[in-house]
């Protein structure tokens, strides 16, 4: 049974409100007064010493020093105290600095972080001016959205009452993951009952959603996709959290989740769109002048040949810090040299794309192994055309919107036709991984 006791300053209103009421802390009347409320359909006589469930003298008692009593009771004391129990009560996870709650701890350490002045300017104007409630940023492996929301975080921390940081990596489910939230939106342990149906969960956090202004971090949403299927299709046991987002997307409330993920999950892409307060921000790589930056940190000799290098792996931070480590140990940090190679390396880089691939469907791997060893970027009907006739237009379609919701392919537009293609890293992966599976 969940409790609640008086904060400090509630209990100073629950003696003033006795004394001023004038009867004696002893008096049956608090008792009678009591089991109405937590009992109405019941007769509550004088003198019979026979009160409602929680309504006894030792819980009375308990209740004006201070001590937890059960949340009904406490409910009905302060009523009968004419006092509002919300301003009494003891916010046991939001006390100080006016119940502000920051659970940031367990985000990662970031110590450098270059640029992102646009992408930060466009999320704050999403999260700040358009009160945004759902935002996802979306992006490939290692093109820096948990850098990116943890310093948004951190800019944003003085606008919001509650702010909490949580890694979805291990892929909690969606009643762990709201029975961890409740406590800290709500102020309020989980009322034990709602573990027990998802509906429940949701309304409590709702219910914190709206009565406090919360900012909710969901890094490495990609854990709760399966595998095998079309891009943000969830996991068997993970299809609840398409219910939160739904409810968080759209319904009223104050606050904003924000979301990370290499994958566009479903109902986002269908609650998403431009005027609307669910959003999807799409993250790509550094700016040209940022990752100068990050190579110069890394160690390289600055030469011309750094254009092509960051072009080459779309100024993806992780990707330049993987080959940068390669470069600096067998070609002395001389970004030239590697560039004589003239072969685009894949190394470590792979690690990072594995992750992602694990997820895709045969169809899909198909049509990006028809890419990478296209010529040039390639229309609809041209990957039609070289993919076996048992997959039709449509379903060629299908699989072009979900990889593009993967971020695996990028689309340019010549003579009016859109043309997709792949960044040169992930061509090279994919005719490494594929090449014995489609020749
Ligand atoms: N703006 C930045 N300035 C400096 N370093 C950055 C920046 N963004 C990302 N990085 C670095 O790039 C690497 C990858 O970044 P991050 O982990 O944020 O990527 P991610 O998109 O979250 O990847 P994943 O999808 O694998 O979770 C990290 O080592 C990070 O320190
Ligand atoms: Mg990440």
Known sequence: MPTLKASSSGLKKVQQAREENGRNKDDERWLLEASKIVEPDKEWLPAKKFYANGCSQSTWNRFLLGHSVNTNSFKAFCQVLNLNWEEIVDRPYGDGDNGKIVDWDSCPEVTVFYDRTSELAKLTELIQQENCRLVAILGMGGIGKTTLVIQLGEQLQTEFEVI?????????TALELL?????????????????????????????????????IILDGLEALFGSNQLAGTYRPDYEEYGKLFREIGSSTHQSCLVLTSHEQPREIATLAGNNRPVRCVRISGLQPNAARQLLTEQGLVEEPEWEQLIQRYRGNPLALKIVSDTILEL?????????????????????VLDRQFERLSDVEKKVL?????????????????????TVSISQIMEVLESLARRSLIEKTTKDLTVLFM??????KYIVNRFKHVFE
């Open 164 to 172: 909490i940081w949580r890694s979805i990596q291990y892929a909690p």
């Open 179 to 215: 029975a961890n939230l409740i406590p800290l939106v709500t102020n309020f342990e989980a009322d034990s009952a709602f573990t027990k149906t998802l509906g429940q969960g949701i309304g409590q956090f709702m219910a914190g959603l709206r009565s406090r202004r919360c900012l």
């Open 369 to 389: 192994y028809r890419i990478a060893t296209g010529e040039a970027p390639m229309s609809i009907s041209q990957i039609s055309e070289k993919i076996s006739p």
């Open 422 to 427: 792949l960044q040169p890293v992930v061509m």
């Open 331 to 351: 070609f002395n940090g001389k970004v030239s040299e590697f560039i004589q190679q003239n072969t685009i390396f894949v190394g470590q880089v792979s690690e």
